[in-house]
């Protein structure tokens, strides 16, 4: 082959083999980058392969590829997809500070806002920043998504202490789910937030709807039915749950 026409063809090999992880690959690679150290392929095969993994979920895979390469390597029209894709592989690898960066580029490209603010939102929750988390996921347009965020919203209201807005967001959510442990624990929070207004009759049948982390029941949970049973004047309840936190 022509000279120009084999660097081409030798390219494409090495991606195919790097694709299938044939054993030597990447020494290909690296003999391909001694033999062709200016090759304008380089960039746009770091960037099939990043690609190629973040579309089979292999994200560890893709931080690898999309980390040989810079914004300036990538064509203007590719630019948001890089940037999405890179953040969100940080994303799913729980890598949440170098993820928010690239997330950040593309809340205001319209076909990856909504995506944006959705997991943008999330790494401030599991970084525990309710209050920032509320208000990202506030600015989530996807429907879908929307939907998927009341069992958070919930949450979050309920550390924030926001209980009137945690039970209303917690009923909504319970409408929507079929997760049978998200279920639990929107009783749960339902009825804690009951419980802290000192609603104790309402909060009665959500507190015995939970079924404890793991499906064991914590003394703080015995003690918080035991009490509501207890303002409701119902004491022999009342008392063999509080018997439960003593015999434990």
């Given at each position: 082959l022509p000279e120009k026409y084999k660097e081409k063809h030798t390219m494409n090999f090495i991606i195919n083999a790097l694709r299938i992880n044939e054993y030597g690959a990447e020494k290909l690679m690296a003999n391909f980058l001694d033999d062709y150290p200016f090759s304008p392929?380089?960039?746009?095969?770091?960037?099939?392969?990043?690609?190629?993994?973040?579309?089979?979920?292999?994200?560890?895979?893709?931080?690898?590829?999309?980390s040989k390469l810079e914004a300036e390597?990538?064509?203007?029209?590719?630019?948001?997809?890089?940037?999405?894709?890179?953040?969100?592989?940080?994303?799913?690898?729980?890598?949440?500070?170098?993820?928010?960066?690239?997330?950040?580029?593309?809340?205001?490209?319209?076909?990856?806002?909504?995506?944006?603010?959705?997991?943008?939102?999330?790494?401030?929750?599991?970084?525990?920043?309710?209050?920032?988390?509320?208000s990202v996921f506030n600015l989530v347009t996807n429907k879908g998504q929307q939907e998927d965020l009341n069992y958070f919203k919930a949450d979050m209201n309920h550390r924030l202490?926001?209980?009137?807005?945690?039970?209303?967001?917690?009923?909504?959510?319970?409408?929507?789910?079929?997760?049978?442990?998200?279920?639990?624990?929107?009783?749960?929070?339902?009825?804690?937030?009951?419980?802290?207004?000192?609603e104790y009759d309402k909060a009665i049948p959500f507190l015995e709807d939970y079924e404890g982390k793991k499906g064991k029941w914590e003394n703080i949970d015995f003690y918080q039915l035991g009490y509501a049973y207890y303002k409701n004047k119902d004491y022999v309840t009342a008392i063999s749950h509080f018997n439960k936190i003593i015999e434990s």
């Open positions: 392929f380089t960039k746009y095969v770091y960037f099939d392969l990043a690609n190629y993994y973040f579309n089979i979920e292999k994200y560890p895979y893709a931080i690898k590829w999309f390597d990538i064509a203007k029209k590719h630019l948001s997809r890089y940037n999405f894709n890179k953040g969100y592989s940080f994303f799913a690898s729980k890598r949440y500070e170098k993820a928010i960066p690239y997330l950040e580029k593309v809340k205001e490209v319209p076909a990856y806002e909504s995506d944006a603010y959705y997991y943008l939102g999330h790494i401030a929750y599991q970084l525990e920043d309710f209050e920032k988390a509320t202490g926001r209980f009137q807005n945690a039970i209303v967001a917690a009923t909504v959510a319970m409408e929507t789910t079929y997760d049978q442990k998200q279920f639990s624990e929107l009783s749960k929070i339902i009825g804690e937030s009951h419980f802290n207004l000192s």
